[in-house]
């Protein structure tokens, strides 16, 4: 059973950057796309950005484009989420999940799988 786990949140002034990971025990990352999802307090779990595993297709929520990027690990065991240029509003917990091969556009929850427990981000002064 494929299970993941995110690490790398922290505090962090706006402005600043940290580096997210999402590692795969049980299986590699060679058949699934894995997204990113953020949740704050009072709101619903959305989607961040997304990576297939057939063509490497990256996909980005337009609140985060260009500060954010997703890339792939040489081992195929883990997916990273650079974040750059943080924000207050970038405070979450981020949690990453599985889809089969490749991102399902418009990134519904439903379409995702083996749920990491999330890492807390936090961007405060």
């Known amino acids: 059973q494929l299970q993941l786990v995110e690490s790398g949140g922290g505090l962090v002034q706006p402005g600043g950057s940290l580096r997210l990971s999402c590692a795969a025990s049980?299986?590699?990352?060679?058949?699934?796309?894995i997204g990113w999802f953020r949740q704050a307090p009072g709101k619903e779990r959305e989607g961040v950005s997304c990576?297939?595993?057939?063509?490497?297709?990256?996909s980005y929520a337009d609140s985060v484009k260009g500060r954010f990027t997703i890339s792939r690990g040489n081992a195929k065991k883990t997916v990273y989420l650079q974040m750059n240029s943080l924000k207050p509003e970038d405070t979450a917990v981020y949690y990453c999940?599985?889809?089969?091969?490749?991102?399902?556009?418009?990134?519904?929850?439903?379409?995702?799988?083996?749920w990491g427990q999330g890492t807390q981000v936090t961007v405060s002064s």
């Open positions: 049980g299986f590699t990352l060679d058949y699934y796309a």
């Open positions: 990576i297939s595993s057939s063509d490497g297709t990256t």
């Open positions: 999940a599985a889809a089969i091969l490749r991102c399902p556009r418009g990134m519904p929850r439903a379409d995702f799988g083996s």
